[in-house]
């Protein structure tokens, strides 16, 4: 079933199908032309700035989640340029379920707009999922109940809402990503970081079904739902971000790493790319694209802490290429790889063979977790705490945690580092420090870097929205939005350099030659 945007089928289409494959719709829809979508002109209604002024709802959350087995789905890709079909995999008891799809932003306030909604579909439980032996990979491989057409759909950070006829709901998240980044500050989302974690099925990249690291998946697919909302990582780590990013009506491009990987153009000409609260897992393709795009003078800040950890390889799946991540950590010896390009070993980038540390790109280093600590400002007066009334030795409770990062004087830096928070943390009976870093490159780029993965949970401090805030109030909400603000505001106008003041190296000062 090919559904329209506004959510009328179409009959001719559904009939050419029908004919093309003569075996259900939803073989059928494979057999469409593949066309690709066209560019989206710089002022088309489906640039992000075209939503600002549009209607929101407060009616996108899950209101009863229900069962595990109640309801739950993954796409066919994890990102789709506006105008491309999109199938849609779903297992349900009920005898019906309804799909609406919620694009997110600010809206006044109400956080989503409703862009899409299908009629009822008929629901189907679908059988167990297949477990791979080799690398205990866990897909569940279902038929595609529909096909969405996304004309006419905005580019942005999409909500889909599964609804079963029983009332029971879940989320599916989908970027329909920009063609194009050119003069724009690029959200680059993370779902090869939310299949890494997610063990729907029994098995993630951390634990098998048993719960220990030894069973674990060494390859993860995206050919199964997430699990728990679905759309837990992306909820808790990116769209708090997405919203505040909206309301500040700077101009915006969607994309994943995934595409980053895939194709590099994507970053051309972009003033900025915010990597956002939790990206652990990237490809050597995507770092040398991000990498390039700094060396070309696109600003780049790290909202979260352990980004760019490990390094992981982009795999086919049963049916369509790159649905599949390979990570085999600790066992990298067992990669198929390891003999042949060592470089595509899928370990910790800082670990052989090719060892790599993050910090060339970040500045900064992934040290440890669990912590919980306070954010201690240290250059009060750097331009990213403007307006913000902060001190030296000014902190913010609960705000480093629950993994950071820290500059580490004998790790590889990519140039002169200003250090603008150093605060202390205990890490399994070890202190230690979490710092928030800020370098330029050559090019006039400028790069941050937050050192703690609770900074996109701060924007939400003290709302209760989400129902975790770690114990962060209100005082911190207005210290991490305002901080952000003058980060993304600067950062939109092009190489940092240019527009905001130079970096100030204080690493010999703040760590008087320790490591």
Same mark, same amino acid.
């Given at each position: 079933?090919?559904?329209?945007?506004?959510?009328?089928?179409? &009959?001719?289409?559904?009939?050419?199908?029908?004919?093309?494959?003569?075996?259900?719709?939803?073989?059928?829809?494979?057999?469409?032309?593949?066309?690709?979508?066209?560019?989206?002109?710089?002022?088309?209604?489906? %640039?992000?700035?075209?939503?600002?002024?549009?209607?929101?709802?407060?009616?996108?959350?899950?209101?009863?989640?229900?069962?595990?087995? $109640?309801?739950?789905?993954?796409?066919?890709?994890?990102?789709?340029?506006?105008?491309?079909?999109?199938?849609?995999?779903?297992?349900?008891? !009920?005898?019906?379920?309804?799909?609406? !799809? *919620?694009?997110?932003?600010?809206?006044?306030?109400?956080?989503?707009?409703?862009?899409?909604?299908?009629?009822?579909?008929?629901?189907?439980?679908?059988?167990?999922?297949?477990?791979?032996? $080799?690398?205990? /990979?866990?897909?569940?491989?279902?038929?595609?109940?529909?096909?969405?057409?996304?004309?006419?759909?905005?580019?942005?950070?999409?909500?889909?809402?599964?609804?079963?006829?029983?009332?029971?709901?879940?989320?599916?998240? +989908?970027?329909?990503?920009?063609?194009?980044?050119?003069?724009?500050?690029?959200?680059?989302?993370?779902?090869? /970081?939310?299949?890494?974690?997610?063990?729907?099925?029994?098995?993630?990249?951390?634990?098998?079904?048993?719960?220990?690291? !030894? =069973?674990? @998946?060494?390859?993860?697919?995206?050919?199964?739902?997430?699990?728990?909302?679905?759309?837990?990582? *992306?909820?808790?780590?990116?769209?708090?971000?997405?919203?505040?990013?909206?309301?500040?009506?700077?101009?915006?491009?969607?994309? /994943?790493?995934?595409?980053?990987?895939?194709?590099? @153009?994507?970053?051309?000409?972009?003033?900025?790319?915010?990597?956002?609260?939790?990206?652990?897992?990237?490809?050597?393709?995507?770092?040398?694209?991000?990498?390039?795009?700094?060396?070309?003078?696109?600003?780049?800040?790290?909202?979260? !802490?352990?980004?760019?950890?490990?390094?992981?390889?982009?795999?086919?799946?049963?049916?369509?290429?790159?649905?599949?991540?390979?990570?085999?950590?600790?066992?990298?010896?067992?990669?198929?790889?390891? $003999?042949?390009?060592?470089?595509?070993?899928?370990?910790?980038? %800082?670990?052989?063979?090719?060892?790599?540390?993050?910090?060339?790109?970040?500045?900064?280093?992934?040290?440890?977790?669990?912590?919980?600590?306070?954010?201690?400002?240290?250059?009060?007066?750097?331009?990213?705490?403007?307006?913000?009334?902060?001190?030296?030795?000014?902190?913010?409770?609960?705000?480093?945690?629950?993994?950071?990062?820290?500059? =580490?004087?004998?790790?590889?830096?990519?140039?002169?580092?200003?250090?603008?928070?150093?605060?202390?943390?205990?890490? $399994?009976?070890?202190?230690?420090?979490?710092?928030?870093?800020?370098?330029?490159?050559? @090019?006039?780029?400028?790069? *941050?870097?937050?050192?703690?993965?609770?900074?996109?949970?701060? +924007?939400?401090?003290?709302?209760?929205?989400?129902?975790?805030?770690?114990?962060?109030?209100?005082?911190?909400?207005?210290? &991490?939005? %305002?901080?952000?603000?003058?980060?993304?505001?600067?950062?939109?106008?092009?190489?940092?350099?240019?527009?905001?003041?130079?970096?100030?190296?204080?690493?010999?000062?703040?760590?008087?030659?320790?490591?």
């Amino acid at each position: 079933m090919v559904i329209p945007a506004h959510g009328i089928p179409t &009959v001719d289409r559904r009939r050419f199908l029908a004919l093309c494959a003569g075996a259900g719709l939803a073989t059928a829809a494979a057999c469409a032309p593949a066309t690709p979508p066209a560019r989206p002109h710089r002022d088309s209604p489906l %640039r992000p700035e075209a939503e600002q002024d549009a209607p929101g709802t407060d009616d996108w959350r899950i209101r009863s989640a229900g069962p595990p087995d $109640a309801v739950a789905g993954y796409t066919d890709q994890v990102s789709v340029a506006p105008g491309q079909e999109c199938g849609l995999h779903v297992s349900t008891g !009920a005898a019906s379920f309804r799909v609406s !799809a *919620f694009r997110v932003g600010w809206y006044g306030g109400r956080q989503a707009r409703l862009i899409w909604a299908s009629s009822r579909i008929p629901g189907r439980a679908q059988p167990p999922p297949h477990l791979l032996p $080799a690398t205990r /990979t866990v897909r569940a491989d279902w038929p595609t109940a529909l096909s969405m057409d996304t004309t006419g759909w905005p580019e942005g950070a999409y909500l889909l809402r599964l609804e079963a006829d029983t009332g029971h709901q879940r989320h599916i998240p +989908l970027i329909v990503r920009s063609a194009e980044a050119a003069g724009r500050t690029v959200l680059l989302h993370a779902p090869a /970081t939310w299949q890494a974690y997610n063990r729907w099925g029994g098995y993630s990249l951390y634990a098998g079904s048993s719960g220990a690291y !030894a =069973t674990r @998946s060494l390859a993860v697919s995206f050919d199964r739902p997430y699990e728990g909302n679905g759309a837990e990582k *992306f909820l808790v780590y990116e769209w708090a971000l997405v919203v505040l990013a909206e309301r500040l009506r700077i101009p915006l491009a969607y994309t /994943t790493g995934v595409d980053v990987h895939r194709d590099p @153009s994507v970053l051309h000409g972009a003033h900025s790319v915010v990597c956002l609260g939790h990206d652990e897992y990237w490809t050597p393709e995507q770092r040398a694209s991000v990498t390039r795009a700094r060396d070309a003078g696109t600003n780049v800040a790290f909202l979260g !802490a352990n980004t760019c950890f490990r390094r992981v390889r982009l795999e086919d799946g049963e049916r369509a290429g790159d649905r599949t991540v390979v990570c085999y950590k600790t066992s990298y010896r067992a990669d198929p790889r390891y $003999a042949s390009d060592p470089a595509l070993v899928t370990t910790d980038y %800082r670990s052989p063979p090719a060892a790599d540390p993050e910090s060339s790109l970040t500045g900064v280093l992934y040290e440890g977790y669990p912590v919980d600590a306070p954010y201690v400002v240290h250059s009060a007066d750097h331009w990213l705490y403007d307006g913000t009334g902060v001190r030296p030795g000014d902190a913010f409770a609960h705000l480093v945690g629950v993994e950071y990062d820290r500059v =580490t004087p004998v790790s590889p830096a990519p140039g002169p580092l200003e250090i603008t928070a150093h605060s202390p943390v205990v890490c $399994a009976g070890r202190p230690s420090h979490s710092d928030s870093a800020y370098y330029a490159a050559p @090019s006039g780029a400028g790069v *941050f870097a937050t050192g703690t993965m609770r900074w996109v949970e701060g +924007l939400l401090a003290g709302t209760g929205e989400l129902g975790r805030d770690h114990g962060m109030d209100s005082r911190t909400r207005g210290f &991490v939005t %305002r901080t952000t603000e003058n980060l993304l505001r600067t950062f939109a106008q092009g190489p940092a350099t240019g527009t905001g003041r130079p970096p100030r190296p204080n690493v010999d000062e703040v760590y008087g030659g320790a490591v």
